[in-house]
């Protein structure tokens, strides 16, 4: 087991995995190139200092994830110190940055100390025409010169296109096959507007893997503006790709790319101890929690995992399940992440079993009729407003005291709805 590996005591074999997989599919054998520092970078509400940065990329090498990339040297002056500051931190993650197929910035970047250069160049209709001007032919020879440099100052290399999805099939091949060749250690697919979906994904992955050499890598970075960018890295690694790039709660570029969490999360399904044992599950909300104070958002309800609602049940039938075996509503269990589960009870969904469970942590001893009374009663409250927990924990004491005393009739005017209640009710 790895040196950062979390505790697996409650992980087990997943009934979820697939019955069966594509010979090629790298769901149990995959690596996370972590761009928070790069791609989070082009988050609208991003602005990350030099300490600040450093603090990131401690907290995600402590996570585990294999690489981190950076934001590209020749961007500014202060980005390229940052640069070699993260690269002089001795991490055990590898260190990255990402620069455009051009020898001005591969020449800068080599300089900085990082493990890699992630080379890219669009290679769609539209960025050909309005971005760069290149044809296939001039970006093969750049790629070429950019490559055989990079490769001769012994780092690591990986070429991507960018807009991968709106480019030809063919110039694609050609040009994967070219690079291929000069002994890169990973091509990338980039769906740069996020317009593809998984079964295109799935189509083109298994394809490139075809043609490249069996030691070539497949990394694949996805934009998130159609909802795919989870779905597309999940089918990624089926057809044999062998890294995804993320960033922690999706940051970057408009919608931003596939989050961290989420793609954690799918992976679980699959084969939990191969997660458990890569990444410390414990500290994901931590990490996240880090990166929304520092780009001024808040941890989205409804994230995977660490989402406030995440583990939170509320209806009435959700309640009594849950409460006999929680594999009935929850695919992941939560303490295997830190989290806790909660079962919300002060509302008009609310039912018996889910209140009875309230009652037994409270200590309070009370039949079956009389927590079906109560529990009458709260959902009449509820019908004008939900109940807090701390109203439902006086209703509950309240009446276990009246019950000790025997105080009968202070029960029922407990039970009794108010008039005021009746009359809003109607």
Not at 72 to 94: H, T, Y
Not at 178 to 192: F, M, S
Not at 384 to 408: F, P, T
Request: include cysteine; charged fraction near 25%; charge should be negative.
């Amino acid at each position: 087991m790895p040196p950062h590996a979390s505790p697996i005591a409650n992980v087990s074999a997943s009934p979820y995995a697939p019955k069966y997989t594509d010979s090629l599919s790298r769901l149990t054998n995959w690596s996370i190139i972590e761009s928070t520092l790069r791609e989070g970078e082009q988050f609208a509400n991003a602005f990350f200092d030099t300490a600040k940065k450093i603090e990131i990329a401690k907290a995600l090498d402590d996570f585990g994830v294999e690489y981190i990339e950076l934001t590209s040297p020749a961007a500014s002056e202060q980005s390229r110190l940052d640069c070699i500051a993260i690269a002089n931190l001795g991490l055990k993650a590898k260190i990255l940055t990402h620069v455009r197929c051009h020898m001005d910035d591969a020449r800068i970047a080599c300089e900085t100390g990082v493990d890699g250069l992630d080379v890219v160049i669009g290679t769609s209709s539209y960025l050909r025409e309005f971005s760069h001007g290149k044809d296939m032919e001039r970006i093969i020879k750049d790629a070429t010169e950019v490559i055989n440099y990079v490769k001769s100052k012994g780092l690591e290399v990986r070429f991507s296109s960018e807009d991968s999805f709106r480019s030809d099939l063919v110039d694609l091949l050609n040009l994967y096959k070219a690079v291929d060749q000069l002994g890169v250690n990973r091509v990338g697919i980039a769906d740069t507007v996020g317009c593809a979906n998984p079964r295109q994904v799935y189509d083109l992955v298994k394809t490139l893997r075809s043609v490249l050499k069996p030691t070539t890598d497949i990394e694949c970075h996805f934009h998130n503006d159609t909802g795919c960018a989870t779905a597309n890295a999940y089918a990624a690694l089926e057809a044999g790709a062998t890294h995804i790039d993320t960033s922690v709660l999706g940051i970057g570029e408009r919608n931003g790319i596939t989050p961290i969490g989420n793609l954690i999360a799918r992976m679980f399904t699959v084969d939990p101890n191969y997660v458990a044992s890569k990444y410390k599950l414990h500290q994901l909300r931590d990490l996240e929690n880090l990166i929304a104070d520092a780009v001024e958002i808040q941890v989205p309800f409804n994230n995977c995992i660490t989402g406030y609602c995440a583990f939170t049940h509320k209806a009435g039938i959700h309640a009594k399940a849950i409460l006999n075996n929680p594999a009935t509503y929850e695919i992941l269990k939560p303490e295997v992440f830190g989290m806790t589960r909660y079962v919300s009870i002060g509302h008009r969904l609310t039912g018996w079993n889910a209140v009875k469970n309230r009652a037994d942590q409270l200590g309070l001893g009370l039949s079956d009729d009389e927590l079906k009374a109560i529990t009458s009663k709260i959902k009449k409250l509820a019908d004008i407003k939900n109940q807090s927990m701390e109203d439902v924990d006086i209703l509950l004491r309240s009446y276990h005291a009246h019950k000790v005393a025997g105080d009968h009739s202070a029960i029922e005017q407990l039970l009794a709805v108010p008039e005021t209640v009746e009359v809003a009710a109607n």
